[in-house]
């Protein structure tokens, strides 16, 4: 089956310090992987979509100065929070498309960032 | 850009009663609506999805409705069980531009 790991579960940083956060996909290749941040109230914010061979899009609100993404091959990708402050709490969650031809993300546990 | 708006924000209910989670999108090039569950402290679950050719999808105790004119979309869950106790999202993704959109979820509680 298809699934997505996501590490660490859980991080806590020091406020302007950065912390890396990494997404696995095993049984099948990501062509695409969506980075989310979820709020307490649970709302979604799309930070950026990453394409392999191609050009990262991120979303108003985002940069790539702020939240860097690497997507090296098919089954990774991983992405930095720098200089963290408290407003970049949040469970950070990975989705990665299958193929082409699906349409449906496969997320992961995310990764649950604490800023002290 | 498109946004998706998901009514009610929560239910709870007595365990075999039907639920009916309402959301509706505002772009009209939205073409693909997969709707997801997630329970605490676990992964965002897919459940159903549906296309903007169809009207219904039905799989085991939910059923997807489709309504293309009104831009609106509603899952029927039957015979709840405290199992389906979760968060619901509705997502919606257009089909020039992919890029999920989620609404804000509905907070689902079944009573045994």
């Known amino acids: 089956g298809a699934l997505v790991y996501q590490y660490p579960r859980r991080t806590i940083c020091k406020s302007g310090t950065s912390m890396r956060m990494e997404c696995q996909a095993v049984?099948?290749?990501?062509?695409?992987v969506a980075w989310y941040r979820q709020s307490p109230q649970k709302t979604f914010e799309l930070i950026a979509l990453s394409t392999v061979n191609s050009a990262i899009k991120y979303e108003q609100n985002f940069t790539q100065e702020k939240f860097p993404i690497s997507h090296p091959n098919l089954s990774f990708s991983s992405m930095t929070v720098l200089n963290a402050y408290l407003e970049d709490r949040g469970l950070y969650l990975c989705g990665a498309r299958r193929d082409w031809l699906q349409n449906t993300l496969y997320f992961g546990a995310g990764t649950r960032l604490s800023v002290l | 850009g498109e946004q998706v708006e998901q009514l009610p924000s929560s239910l709870i209910v007595q365990e075999g009663a039907s639920v009916l989670i309402n959301c509706s999108y505002t772009d009209s090039a939205s073409v693909y609506f997969p709707w997801y569950k997630q329970e605490p402290g676990k992964r965002l679950q897919f459940i159903i999805d549906?296309?903007?050719?169809?009207e219904r999808k039905q799989t085991q105790r939910l059923t997807l409705l489709f309504d293309k004119k009104t831009k609106h979309l509603s899952l029927h869950i039957t015979a709840t069980q405290p199992g389906d106790s979760a968060i619901y999202f509705c997502?919606?993704?257009?089909?020039?531009?992919?890029?999920?959109?989620f609404g804000k979820g509905t907070s689902l509680v079944v009573h045994p």
């Open positions: 549906i296309r903007s050719n169809m």
């Open positions: 049984g099948f290749q990501a062509t695409s």
């Open positions: 997502s919606a993704i257009s089909g020039g531009n992919y890029k999920p959109t």
